[in-house]
T-cell receptor, first 115, second 115 residues
Framework: EAGVAQSPRYKIIEKRQSVAFWCNPISGHATLYWYQQILGQGPKLLIQFQNNGVVDDSQLPKDRFSAERLKGVDSTLKIQPAKLEDSAVYLCASSFPGRETYEQYFGPGTRLTVT | QQQVKQSPQSLIVQKGGISIINCAYE??????FPWYQQFPGKGPALLIAIRPDVSEKKEGRFTISFNKSAKQFSLHIMDSQPGDSATYFC??????????????FGKGTLLTVNP
């Protein structure tokens, strides 16, 4: 079974530029999560999708961050404009509905450096 | 508000020794407590998890001890090996109350096992 795929793996941009990250979850996983992991900290949830609907985006900085999951499969997270404090690893995770919903499977992440 | 507190921040253990990482939580509505292992450049991977209806769960060399009254849980790694060197995150989740299984992570423990 293929795992969660993410691209790009690394991205370096200047502040005020825009950037987009892509995630393809495990086949059949209806729930998709985007987390932000700042160096030395645990991942923090940014947004959660159930199929193509948003379940929780309470911690998403909506003035600069946006995310979509148009067909209920892959997802894109965008930052526009980027700030220095957005430097982090952006992790995508997915889970299967039902009791196993508790178990989340993470992709390798995209390391963003904002200069 | 940090809902999951993890300690120690870093830990050095000799090969064959026991590694112990502790976590404390505040929200009594949490009903799922996983531990994730993360290697450099990789996403977190589920290691072992426990629900509050049991006090201990063991999988191979890894054991979770859970104390519901104290709102604490810990990870024990027996016979620690150099290959166990990684960052370990405790987390907590709940499936009810609108939280939709989102994970709240501790800040992580960097474990180094010396050969």
């Amino acid at each position: 079974e293929a795992g969660v795929a993410q691209s790009p793996r690394y991205k370096i941009i200047e502040k005020r530029q825009s950037v987009a990250f892509w995630c393809n979850p495990i086949s059949g996983h209806a729930t998709l999560y985007w987390y932000q992991q700042i160096l030395g900290q645990g991942p923090k949830l940014l947004i959660q999708f159930q199929n193509n609907g948003v379940v929780d985006d309470s911690q998403l900085p909506k003035d600069r961050f946006s995310a979509e999951r148009l067909k209920g499969v892959d997802s894109t997270l965008k930052i526009q404009p980027a700030k220095l404090e957005d430097s982090a690893v952006y992790l995508c995770a997915s889970s299967f509905p039902g009791r196993e919903t508790y178990e989340q499977y993470f992709g390798p992440g995209t390391r963003l450096t904002v200069t | 508000q940090q809902q999951v507190k993890q300690s120690p921040q870093s830990l050095i253990v000799q090969k064959g020794g026991i590694s112990i990482i502790n976590c404390a939580y505040e929200n009594t509505a949490f009903d799922y407590f996983p531990w994730y292992q993360q290697f450099p450049g990789k996403g977190p991977a589920l290691l072992i998890a426990i629900r509050p209806d049991v006090s201990e769960k063991k999988e191979g060399r890894f054991t979770i001890s859970f104390n519901k009254s104290a709102k604490q849980f810990s990870l024990h790694i027996m016979d620690s090996q150099p290959g166990d060197s990684a960052t370990y995150f405790c987390a907590a989740s709940m499936g009810s109350g609108g939280s939709n299984y989102k994970l709240t992570f501790g800040k992580g423990t960097l474990l180094t096992v010396n050969p």
